[in-house]
Every structure is written in C-alpha cells, then in structure tokens.
C-alpha cells in the first residue's frame, strides 16, 4: 500500500514539506484511540531472538532509525511503534539553529537516493531534552553536533554542551564530525583534532556513575589510511564503536538530474561503499569495536550484507522512505530465518 498508492502521491510534493507533514499527520493518528496498538500490531516483530547485546546496551531487534530523521525528538515514540529496535535523534547542536537555505532537500528517484544539504537545522539540546524527559522505555541514540558559527578551534566546547544536556536523556551517543553540510566540519575527522575531541568526551564520561558508549559517526569517502587512522584512534580513546557510514559528497553513476545538488547522497548508490567500509573496519580492527551499519539498505538483502561484512546494528533512513515502515519487519523476519 505504501508503495503502490502512499509513495507516489507524497512524493508530487516538495520532500522538506512532505517531512513536516508525515509527522503532523503521524503525531495526529497516534491520538487516536486504538491506532497505536494497530500499527504495533502490523509492524512491530517481537521476538526474543531478534534481541541483540551491544556495548552494554540490550536492543529489542538489531534494526534502527538513524539520526537525521527525527532531529528534534519529536517522533521517536510513533517511529517505535513501527517496530524499529532504537531511535537516533539529531544532530543537536547547543543552540537552535535554521540550517542552510531551502530548498537543501532533493530527490533522486532514478538512483532511489536523496541528497540534503540541511546543516544541522534543529531547535537546541534543551529542546530535545525537554521531549525526552517523557520518554519510558524507548531506547535512544543522541547524535551531536556543533553550531555553524562555532569556529572549529572551539568545536569541543559545543560537544560538551550537548554531551552534559543529553547525558540523563539517551542510551548512547555518537560524535557527528562527518556531515558535509556544516562548513569545514569534516576537518574534525583529521586524527590530532579528533583524538582531542573524543579524550575530552571520554573523560566526562568516565566522571559520570554509569558511562554511557560514544560511538563516532564517519564518512564514506575516507580513505584507507584515514580509516586505519580511525581505528587507532578508537583503541587510544577508548570509545564504544562506529557509525559507518554518513552520507557521500561521491556523485559516481547517478542518473537523476538532481545530482549537480550540493550536499549529502544517501541511498542505494551510497550502499556498496558504506559495507566496504564497515569489512575494512571490521577486518583490520580484527573486530575489536561494534560497528552500526547505514548506507543504502532499501530491502532485507542489502541489510544481510551489512550485517555479515561486519556491522553489530543497522539503521535506516532513505530505504526507510523509498520503501515504507514494512521494511523494518522484512528486515527482522530474514534475520530470523537466517537465525534457524
């Protein structure tokens, strides 16, 4: 139904407007008495099986929502219901900010790819946390980010922000240092001011009663050297894990006229690169940290694959919106059967 008669009607209008729209209309139906138990009855997929212990942390099912989506913490309650394993929020930034000029959000309908140059347009931490404060059972990730305005020599001042706002609020973070929407951010992936950065977080972390896991979101477009530069990086500071991998500034092989678009590609052309990345990772740390694999999955194939390159977790976001909430439970059911 998604598919044949949703997708195409929402996808005749601008996808920012479309965005808003779909949580209006979400957060509208979910009011309604006996709506949320029927879309857990139709997309959730409980079973113990699926459960999945990682960094310290029990998931219900290896199958997430990756941030980016529900920056705000708007969501997360209504996404859980449509049986993802654990919500990302974010990025966060300490301060609310708009993000770049629209129109920052494309679609590439050929190529079954978006490209977005948003720039980390959210309302603030505080914002965020005040959403949480109701959260119950949900299990969060919450992705953190830098000011625009913040000049990069004082980048882990803002990280520091959203880590202390955030620390009661979410089960686990991630250091977003690899969009390529926020001028000169990925210059933080460079090894001395990465390193610096994840100490500093580390060691709030570890003044804390209970430390929650970092996990550090990369790039797709690192190279090798960059990439064993990153896991080195990983065995200095201590951190829990990767996210491999974020969207590309790559254009190879597009058909869609909205390729000259600046920002960031995701989707189906972002997946053999994202699970190419995830096996090096995972072969030459000799497994040595989790990874979550995102990057192009649109059905449970493209999934598997992530999964037996290396990846611990995955997550959705563009397959997420090509293919529809039905894609979570196909996912979880071929992980079950390849269980048997």
């Not at 720039?119 to 505080?126: A, K, L, R």
């Not at 005040?130 to 990730?141: D, E, F, H, T």
């Not at 980048?155 to 929407?181: G, W």
């Amino acid at each position: 139904m998604y598919k044949s008669l949703i997708r195409p009607i929402l996808f005749n209008f601008d996808p920012e407007k479309v965005h808003y729209f779909t949580f209006d209309a979400l957060k509208f139906l979910f009011k309604i008495p006996g709506i949320p138990s029927i879309f857990k009855n139709k997309f959730q997929l409980n079973n113990p099986r699926l459960e999945r212990k990682v960094f310290g942390l029990t998931f219900k099912n290896p199958v997430g929502l990756a941030a980016g989506f529900d920056k705000n913490a708007v969501l997360y309650k209504e996404l859980d219901s449509l049986g993802f394993g654990f919500i990302e929020i974010g990025t966060v930034t300490p301060k609310g900010q708009p993000g770049n000029e629209k129109t920052r959000l494309f679609r590439l309908k050929e190529d079954s790819a978006i490209i977005n140059r948003m720039g980390f347009n959210n309302e603030g931490v505080e914002a965020a946390v005040k959403r949480l404060r109701s959260n119950k059972n949900v299990l969060i990730g919450g992705n953190i980010g830098k000011n625009k305005n913040t000049p990069n020599e004082n980048a882990v001042s803002d990280y520091k922000i959203c880590f202390e706002a955030l620390f009661d609020h979410v089960d686990y973070f991630v250091v977003n240092v690899s969009s390529p929407n926020t001028p000169n951010l990925r210059e933080l992936q460079d090894k001395e001011p990465l390193t610096t950065l994840l100490n500093t977080l580390q060691q709030l972390n570890l003044l804390k009663s209970k430390s929650k896991p970092i996990l550090l979101k990369i790039a797709p477009d690192l190279t090798d050297e960059q990439l064993m530069d990153i896991i080195e990086i990983i065995s200095e500071t201590g951190i829990a894990g990767v996210i491999a991998t974020n969207t590309t500034i790559s254009r190879e092989g597009l058909q869609s006229e909205n390729k000259v678009e600046m920002g960031g590609l995701s989707g189906k052309p972002l997946k053999n690169r994202s699970t190419e990345v995830i096996r090096f990772l995972s072969e030459k740390s000799n497994n040595a940290f989790p990874i979550i694999g995102v990057g192009g999955i649109h059905n449970a194939k493209d999934a598997l694959e992530k999964l037996e390159a290396g990846a611990s977790l995955i997550q959705l976001y563009t397959g997420f919106i090509y293919e529809g909430p039905g894609l979570i439970k196909e996912i979880n059911k071929a992980i079950l059967a390849l269980a048997n």
